[in-house]
């Protein structure tokens, strides 16, 4: 008679792992969740890929394939079939980085990007020591630097006319300056929208609904039109120096609404807790608010800078050619007149603006990691 315990069975080894199966991991079950794990996502799924197959190898085709890469003149891009024009912006290459300035001096403007990058890099990674030195070269020394090689007059250098500057050159004078003295003058101006000085509280309120409620475009032609009529006679500002005080308000109105918005994310508690240590007003907010409540704020104030950088544009209105001013100014040039000549030039001038836009995001995100200001659970 075979019994319960005759038909026991103790293994004595462990069972192998199995590998799970295919279509829970790699790349199929990726798919399955991300791209059809409905009918919806399924119909998205297939339009997106078909949407795709119609403009992408066009595009490659026209940008790349069919493209011109080298030439003396628009002959060579009205060759049938001729895709891109890139001999036209390699061409006028120097132009749309420099403008008109000086041939023989653009290499202070070379110059100075280098500086600019030797002191952004540094302050850019956590761990590079000397930071409080590095931000006093960032804000006090390379800007008078700055301004003695762009302009010249000094040590011998030759002067160069605002007039004559354009190209990238302008556009990221123009964002970094407006940058630099928005994100202070934004400060200044959230802190006095909460101030308990009805005074200080009305004129913070005054100055930003004020800039917020006109267009940057009516800003600019105020700076350019109205702004000598209220100086001195016999001072006078250049077009340039206009048109980034005019930045520089509009800008600051905007960043000053993205740090009341982090101040109000504060706690009050944080508040009196400060208060119980008998901080000052001032060193509170420097030490125990202001660190918070601009961490809270990082993607708004890294959108309002990019925001800033692609409305550099609207300078041309008021007679600065930046990098799209200088762009359309060439398709003029009867030597490069062509059909795709236009689109070449466009298409560079969102690349460009892209890549400096794409970079800042980046840097944005990698900031937010590394304070963990996501609040992960």
Known sequence: MTTAHDLAYVRKEEEPILAPPRHEVGAIKWMRT??????????????????????????????????????????????????????????????????????????????????????LIPMAIPRVPWKRQNALYLLVVFPILAVILLLGGYFGLPYVETALWGGLLVTLVVAITGMVISMPLGILLALGRRSNLPVIRFLSVVFIEFWRGVPLITVLFMASVMLPIFLPPGVNFDKLLRALIGVALFSSAYMAEVVRGGLQAIARGQYEAAQALGLSYWRMMRLIILPQALKVVIPGIVNSFISLFKDTSLVLIVGLFDLLGIIQLNFSDTTWTSPNTPATGYAFAAFVFWLFCFLMSRYSIYTERRLNTGYRR
């Open 34 to 119: 991300n791209l059809f794990s409905s009918a919806t996502n399924t119909a998205l799924t297939i339009f997106g890929i078909l949407f795709l197959l119609w403009t992408v190898p066009p595009l490659i085709n026209w940008a790349f394939i069919s493209a011109v890469w080298t030439g003396d003149s628009r002959e060579d891009c009205i060759v049938p079939g001729a895709g891109a024009c890139w001999a036209f912006v390699k061409a006028k290459f120097g132009q749309f980085m420099y403008g008109r300035y000086t041939l023989s001096e653009r290499w202070r403007v070379d110059l100075t990007g280098i500086l600019l990058i030797a002191g």
